[in-house]
Nanobody
Framework: QVQLVESGGGLVQAGGSLRLSCAAS????????MGWFRQAPGKEREFVAA????????TYADSVKGRFTISRDNAKNTVYLQMNSLKPEDTAVYYC????????????????WGQGTQVTVSS
């Protein structure tokens, strides 16, 4: 079992930055892929970014490329999502997820989920 706890959400003006954190506990996540997803009201859950825990290869949704950066700190068992140049359309609940396989953009492949953290970007 893996427990995930997100933090770092909040209210920010357009053009601002936030850094989300996802602390993992329970089973070792040394071989897990970690992903960030988001869901806005009335919309489907959307892939944001993913990282392979070992090796650090990353993948991003086109909508956030060049603005968001996913990274991890293995010593702290924590994954981060640095979000720069935020736009009102980035407003959503952001979820951290983990899976015991390759990183993928499909949310259904992830086994473990955090409770989510709200990000609101005002115009």
């Amino acid at each position: 079992q893996v427990q995930l706890v997100e933090s770092g959400g909040g209210l920010v003006q357009a053009g601002g930055s936030l850094r989300l954190s996802c602390a993992a506990s329970g089973r070792t996540v040394g071989s897990y892929a970690m992903g960030w997803f988001r869901q806005a009201p009335g919309k489907e859950r959307e892939f944001v970014a993913a990282i392979r825990w070992s090796g650090g290869s990353t993948t991003y949704a086109d909508s956030v490329k060049g603005r968001f950066t996913i990274s991890r700190d293995n010593a702290k068992n924590t994954v981060y999502l640095q979000m720069n140049s935020l736009k009102p359309e980035d407003t959503a609940v952001y979820y951290c997820a983990a899976r015991g396989g390759p990183a993928t953009s499909w949310w259904g492949a992830y086994e473990y989920w955090g409770q989510g953290t709200q990000v609101t970007v005002s115009s």
